[in-house]
């Protein structure tokens, strides 16, 4: 199953040549956030910062690792159904961070941008997105 699922997100991920065994990993170039009001609402995204930070995500050994001034470690318990469509690809994964809060990790790669890729860190409180590229 671990097998499937690496290749569900190797083929989903590989725009150049990524061995099926290795990590994949991006480069970031900046960040924004959100948080919620007290009414429930989202805060509009702040602007986006510089921020040159590594991204791997390991199937095989069910991790994302955001390699930050405080790396943060999210271990994968489930595998979402990928979202494809003419516009956009989401990969979805229910994760666990290294502080045992449960959050949503989405990898979106917006088609009719250029294949603009984003990666989304969201809490019930508070939602990260990382403009990524891949790394070869």
Not at 12 to 26: H, K, M, V, W
Not at 52 to 66: E, F, G, P, R, Y
Not at 84 to 105: L, Q
């Amino acid at each position: 199953m671990k097998a499937l699922q690496l290749l569900i997100v190797c083929l989903f991920l590989s725009f150049g040549s990524i061995a099926s065994a290795q990590p994949i990993r991006f480069k970031t170039s900046s960040v924004s956030f959100t948080d919620k009001k007290d009414n429930g609402d989202w805060n509009e995204w702040s602007e986006f910062v510089a921020a040159n930070v590594l991204i791997s995500v390991d199937a095989k050994k069910d991790l994302i690792t955001v390699n930050s001034a405080e790396v943060q470690s999210f271990k994968i318990k489930a595998y979402g159904e990928i979202t494809d469509t003419d516009e956009i690809n989401v990969v979805p994964f229910e994760c666990m961070d290294n502080k045992f809060s449960k959050c949503t990790i989405l990898i979106i790669t917006k088609k009719k941008e250029n294949n603009r890729m984003q990666f989304y860190i969201n809490y019930n409180e508070v939602k990260f997105v990382y403009n990524i590229y891949n790394v070869k």
